[in-house]
């Protein structure tokens, strides 16, 4: 979060540099120790190699920033030119990780049609189910439509949920088709936080969305 894009600020790369250490790295693709990188801010491009030397396994970036932002690829760097959600997804791959696309929850999920590849391995779609920028908001049951559109036309896509999310949304989601869940509140707020996210868990696999 830039404060920008969002009206929050989080922490950068400089956080990830540390943290990566102490996570055992992914044996598989966005498998257990993946670092999934969200990033809620306004010049996406600039950012990937920062993020990527950090150790970020996945840089999943706004469809609604990567329309109108420039194609430099460094903080220091200016372009007259602008980048695309599809460039940017192959510039992300061009780096060597995986990438994200998130909506925000008044982006119609049609507009992705034209920018995700035919073949989805590489890639995940976040739909936001709150307006980003902070934790603890309600759970957005209305955009479910856009996870079923997607998980009918992407049977392999990892489809991500984030806001809101609990044991109470969680059958909602998984019943929609997402099967990466994005949960803060219900889980730092727990008392017991590994039953929590077993729970989630459970959710998700008892669906089996992604064909193993
Ligand atoms: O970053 C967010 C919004 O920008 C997330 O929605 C948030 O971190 C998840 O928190 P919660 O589970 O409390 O909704």
Redesign the pocket.
């Known amino acids: ?1 830039d404060g920008h894009f ?1 009206p ?1 600020m ?1 922490f950068g790369a400089p956080v990830v540099t540390m943290v990566r250490p102490h996570v055992e790295r992914p044996k598989e693709a966005f498998g257990r120790g993946t670092f999934d990188c ?1 990033m ?1 801010i306004a010049e996406p491009k600039k950012w990937v190699k920062d993020f990527k030397k950090a150790g970020a396994d996945l840089y999943c970036f706004h469809y609604e920033a990567a329309l109108d932002s420039t194609a430099a690829e460094s903080p220091e760097e200016t372009s007259d030119k602008k980048t695309s959600p599809k460039e940017l997804i192959k510039y992300i791959h061009d780096q060597g990780i995986r990438a994200g696309i998130a909506l925000k929850p008044k982006t119609p999920v049609d507009v992705l049609y034209d920018v995700l590849n035919n073949d989805n391995k590489d890639e995940m779609v976040l739909i ?10 309600k ?1 957005m049951p209305d955009m479910m439509p856009k996870v079923e559109a997607l998980r009918k036309r992407y049977p392999e896509l990892n489809i991500e949920v ?5 044991e109470k949304t969680i059958d909602v989601a998984a019943d929609a088709g997402a099967n990466v869940i ?8 727990a008392d017991d936080p590994s039953q929590v996210i077993a729970k989630l868990r459970e959710a998700i696999t008892s669906r089996r969305h992604v064909r193993e």
């Open positions: 979060m969002v929050n989080t969200h809620m936001m189910t709150v307006e980003p920028g902070f934790g603890g908001q759970f984030d806001g809101g999310l609990s994005v949960a803060g509140s219900a889980v730092f707020g």
